[in-house]
Structure formats: C-alpha cells, structure tokens
C-alpha cells in the first residue's frame, strides 16, 4: 500500500480501516512495523492523516484534513478541529479541545480540559496545563511552560522557554518575551509588553 503524498510519514485514515487488526492496533500488512491503535467510539474523518505509533482513545474526534504525526496520544473524549496538525510525540490529555487550523510542533503536552483555539501556533516542547484556554490565533514559542488553568488571550505571543504559573492570565495581544516568568494569579493586560527575563509578580502588569 502506498504512503499518502502529503506525509511521507503518515497514512490515510481510511486506508488504516482495512488493515488487519492485531492484539487492538492496525497493522500495515506491508510494513508490519507500522502500526496505529485507535480505541471503539472513537470518531475519524476518512481523510485524516496518522503516523506511525498513533494512540487515540474512546470518544476522541478528529475532523477532516487533520494531521497527526509518529507516537501521538490523542485522550479519550479530545477533540481535533479540520486541518489542524499535531506534531510527532505530542500528548492530548482527556477531554482537550484543539480547534481549527491549530499547529502542534511537537514533542508538547496539552493537559486535560485544556481548550486550545483555531488558528493557534504552539511551539515545539510546549507544554499546557490542564484546564487552560488559549486564544484564537495566539503563538506560544518552543519550550514554553503554560500552568493549570492559565489564560492566553486572542493573537497574544509567548517567546520561547518563558513560564507562565497557574491561573495567570495573558491579555489579548499581549508579548510576552523570552525567559520572562509570569507568576500564579498574575494579570498581563491586553496589549501588554513583557520584557525578556522578565518576572511579573500577582498584581497587573
């Protein structure tokens, strides 16, 4: 069986439906080592696109045109939105939604109850606590830190490696630089600039 045009490491959802099933993972009859489990109610457009390794629990969704790569874990009850795409060894908690059009660069966390926005960048190492919600369009860069039930808001930009603590809120549009730590509870306001090492404490910034 041929390997889908669009990724040389991924094959067609509908294409996988006719594999043999063995010990509960389809198995490539042409490439043995190429395998994916996909658990009973979980739900699947035909054009979605899997990679090598793919676990995807009971009652997770994942819409048309979605991507997603070698050794994700997609928990039970996620939702995937239309064209989004979720990079290699990434981790969706249970109950997660990731919108439309969304990229995951990999090697992240997306923690349970989280709700990541269309459109949205996240950076490769990134990881989400449980129960955050991300803006549409917002850009977390590569090895960032969001904690429990922090809020990143609408077209927001996050640079690389800072720290977000749990329950801060990022306002809409709002920068917030490389290394900078936003502490637990603290408030960046819309349209707010977070210098590079920056520490913003609990009182608004």
Known sequence: ???????????????????????????NPDDPNF???IFPKAHLHPSVLLGRGVTIKSGAGVEAGAVVETWVTVGASVKIGAQSKVGIRTIIGSGATVGHRVTVEGYAMIGPGAVVGDWVVLGLGVKVGSDVVVGPRAVIRFG??????AEVGDKAVI???AVIGPRAVIGTRAVVGDDATVRSDAVVDNGARVESRAVVKDDAY
């Open 1 to 27: 069986m041929e390997k889908d045009t669009k990724s040389d490491r991924c094959y067609r959802y509908d294409k996988i439906c006719s594999w043999p099933l063995i010990d509960g993972w389809s198995v």
């Open 144 to 149: 960032v830190l969001v904690g429990r039930g």
């Open 159 to 161: 640079g690389p490696r």
């Open 35 to 37: 395998r994916v489990r």
